[in-house]
T-cell receptor
Framework: LAKTTQPISMDSYEGQEVNITCSHN???????ITWYQQFPSQGPRFIIQ???TKVTNEVASLFIPADRKSSTLSLPRVSLSDTAVYYC????????????FGAGTRLFVKA | ETGVTQTPRHLVMGMTNKKSLKCEQH?????MYWYKQSAKKPLELMFV???????ENNSVPSRFSPECPNSSHLFLHLHTLQPEDSALYLC????????????FGNGTRLTVT
């Protein structure tokens, strides 16, 4: 199982772009990289998933370098409502039973 | 609302009680999961069901007993719990147990007194 390392916390201001980097040095060939967002007393919510290069959807972008040993979640123009914990997961069964959630990154967006 | 629904949202039970947590998914998914989230700890996977068959049991104490009668419903039966079992219990589903993303419910906040 690939272990992930993320910053414990980050602060930002409204309107800024936030980049959260996750290290996963022992990622396997078949592993996908998935990011989730969690608000207090709610279940995590899927944000984005990728395998290599760049993936973009309506809420975020995911940048994955060629060696895939890290990945960066980019949140454009954050708002107060983006204050949450963000989890990076790596695994072949990223939707399932081989997935291990780490401690995540607590993002605090200030006005 | 579509998605994953968990009931009850809050539950307080004594150590000698028996209770059950319920999860229902309206997404047509084939895999369902129970996770435990204790205060200041990462989510811990408890059980995984794929097409109604249990495929993973991560050394969970027998006082937690899962049941998956069909692909849309998942239960977690609780008996003789300990205070340290107090936590947020989250249900999730996914299309399959491959790389499909997890869809979580909002959990049941359990307090064992």
């Amino acid at each position: 199982l690939a272990k992930t390392t993320q910053p414990i916390s980050m602060d930002s201001y409204e309107g800024q772009e936030v980049n959260i980097t996750c290290s996963h040095n022992n990622i396997a060939t078949n592993d996908y990289i998935t990011w989730y967002q969690q608000f207090p007393s709610q279940g995590p919510r899927f944000i984005i998933q990728g395998y290599k290069t760049k993936v973009t959807n309506e809420v975020a972008s995911l940048f994955i370098p060629a060696d895939r040993k890290s990945s960066t979640l980019s949140l454009p123009r954050v708002s107060l409502s983006d204050t949450a914990v963000y989890y990076c997961l790596v695994g072949t069964y990223t939707g399932g039973f081989k997935t291990i959630f780490g401690a995540g990154t607590r993002l605090f967006v200030k006005a | 609302e579509t998605g994953v629904t968990q009931t009850p949202r809050h539950l307080v039970m004594g150590m000698t009680n028996k209770k059950s947590l319920k999860c229902e998914q309206h997404l047509g998914h084939n895999a369902m999961y129970w996770y435990k989230q204790s205060a200041k700890k990462p989510l811990e996977l408890m059980f995984v069901y794929s097409l109604e068959e249990r495929v993973e049991n991560n050394s969970v104490p027998s006082r937690f007993s899962p049941e998956c009668p069909n692909s849309s419903h998942l239960f977690l039966h609780l008996h003789t719990l300990q205070p340290e079992d107090s936590a947020l219990y989250l249900c999730a589903s996914s299309q399959d147990t491959g790389s499909s993303p997890l869809h979580f419910g909002n959990g049941t906040r359990l307090t064992v007194t």
